[in-house]
């Protein structure tokens, strides 16, 4: 009997991997698709790494792919935007060994800047693109990804989203297949994008499209379900599962391959079925298409396109009622904080106290927007901080941004932030800009990275200084400092947004969540020498409170014991104990 | 057998992720099929999280419902009282006496509700146990969530052998017998 086990959607999409013969992956690490390379990264069969940013991710497996074996990329829906410059080139130049490229997208912002579909971009790449509804299908389509891409010479999008890279389900096992390396061959015509080749390839490109829409009534991924035919539903990924809960008589046509669409298999069950609906979260994909046939069909007219779906939600438009919900309590919203001992609380407690404006990047840092540290201005994608100050500076002129630096994380400086400070050497910027070091990968849950001296296999490797980096690109004032050091940072960034010199302030200290990082003492509040001025409140740690009495009180198992509290308070009621 | 539907809730770090999962490995021992919907990124950075185990013959949707759920596992009162909806009128709901305050009480912006345990038990049944109190006793409060489990595992079923042997599967191997013991004090309430 093969082996049942529980599985969570991103670690079946490993293990598809994994079985799939695969020998070469590569990623950035992104909420919700981070899981997938920690867990290939258990299976020795598979060379898998962190990059630095996507875009290098899909170049490294386009190399392995040429060169003939199997490859992977991942990454999440925003990650594509830094990839499509060498994807929407890879679909004209095809595979050798198969190459997958696994996207997972964000419905409804668990952790997110934006909501786009990469069914769009698919579509305008030409890329083929599977969607699974479970663990299960997650492997299953993984492996069947490798298949059509060797098939039809192209790379393939497994396209999931955030129910599915983070819900578990029962996945079977099976052996991994080795599957023998291609013969490399030189091909000008194949592999070299010049104008030449590429305008064949854009043939080529068109003419596998048209293909795959024939074909693909036959892929086994589609499913029809006819039963009841009154009422149909169109659908794909994690809204089936919603379709089958809410209307479990309904006929359904699943669709596993949603770009191209298999368009016979859609006129067939159109034929079949007096009244249909198209199911798909975010944006109207598949119902555009199917309408553009001259099929009548509703979709986004009831449903939204935003957030995720469910089968209430789903009910609920259809049948036009509302689910009553009449006992919903109205309570206080608890949004995620910085964790306590978090070196970045120290940072913002110091840009608040000088009043100065952040412009922000992607992290855990964002969260330093809202209160009471009140310092991001602005974030946009990852690496936009530094070049955002830039533009200030260019619009508004350098005196505008005396009281401006930008702020970003380690992991997102070697991302993209490394090109921006390039354009603020060359174009002679005088702004600041803060490096948050916490030596890892934060909010994605503690990743490697160029500078941390470990690859994503556990092994030992150069770590890249980052002060050494910035300083041979030619910034002329590069600082690094203790992140808990908050006089010191308060003296320097004062310093240094005062000044007309290019500066980079490395404030560093490790993540609080990161193993064994926890100091040896906890906080403790004398509450006969409080006098309830609340300036220990307004570094925002969840380990502070305040009690009936205006007094405050430490919660000696949240806190860490980073102290920072004990510099805002001016009557010393707060002292370090042993823990 | 109609599916089983459970949550499970509480603050970012708490511990709640890995409640579900063992629930769900049991399910899945028992021969169940099963889904569980989890939640990662930043929203775990000390915000409200939400769980949902679901197992029965077969399961589609990971999530469940409003008004669906069987068992509402709680970390945390006001977590307790944020879901409550989600629980059946007849459901039951577990709940550990904690308070975490959130950032929006800590600034001023709400206040933490009062007598937030007499309302959840007024509109559901409800078992309270002091979590931590129990783990504290016991020498780790990092137990806190097998002391939930064990409080809670008489309302999902299975039997004690059964949560025992995934729990000694799921946790790290130094934390075996602590976990145990703090299942059991959490099942038998003391």
Known sequence: MKDKIIMLGNEAIARGVYEAGVKVSSAYPGTPSTEISENLAKYPEVYCEWAPNEKVALEVAIGASYSGVRSLACMKHVGLNVASDPLYTFAYTGVNGGSVIVVADDPGLASSQNEQDTRMIARSAHVPVLEPSDSMEAKEFTKFAFELSEKYDTPVILRTTTKLSHSQGIVELCDRVEVEDKVYERNVKKHVMMPGSAIGRHLVVEDRENRMAIDGEKFPVNKVELSDTKIGFITSGIPYLYVKEAFPNASVLKLGLVNPLPKKLIDDFMSKVEKVYVVEEL???????????????????????????????????????????????????????????????????????????AAGDIGCYTLGAVAPL???????????????????????????????????????????????????????????????????????GHQEHAATGKTLKGEETYAIDLANLCSSIGVPNVITIDAFDVDGLKKTIKESVASDVLTVIIAKAPCALLKGNKFPYVCKAESDKCKKCGMCLKIGCPAITKQDDGTIKIDETMCNGCGLCINYCKFNAINKVER | MKNLNIMVVGVGGQGTLLTSRIIGKTALNDGFDVKLSEVHGMAQRGGSVVTFVRFGEKVFEPVVEEGDVDVLIAFERLEALRYLHYLKKDGVLIVNDCRIDPMTVVTGVAKYPENILDEVSSK?????????????????????????LGASAKYIGFSEDEWLDVLTKTVPPKTIDINKQAFLAGKNGK
């Open chain 1, 283 to 357: 944006e109207p994909v598949i119902e555009e298409q199917v309408k553009s046939w001259g099929y009548t069909v509703i979709g986004k007219e009831i449903f939204t396109k935003q957030g995720e779906y469910s089968a209430n939600l789903i009910k609920n438009a259809i049948l036009g009622v509302k689910s009553q919900c009449e006992d919903r309590a109205t309570v206080p919203a608890r949004p995620p904080i910085l964790c306590p001992g978090c070196p970045h609380r120290s940072v913002f407690s110091v840009l608040n106290s000088l009043k100065i404006h």
């Open chain 1, 374 to 444: 009140n310092v991001i201005d602005t974030t946009v994608c990852m690496g936009a901080s530094i070049s955002t100050l830039h533009g200030i500076e260019k619009a508004k002129g350098k005196d505008y941004i005396k009281n401006w630096v930008a702020v970003i994380g380690d992991s997102t400086f070697l991302h993209t932030g490394i090109n921006s400070l390039v354009n603020m050497v060359y174009n002679k910027s005088t702004g600041t800009v803060l490096i948050l070091d916490n030596r890892t990968t934060g909010m994605t």
């Open chain 2, 124 to 148: 559901r049944k409800t078992v309270v146990i002091d979590g931590l109190d129990i783990a504290k006793k016991l020498g780790n409060s990092k137990v806190l969530n097998s002391v939930v």
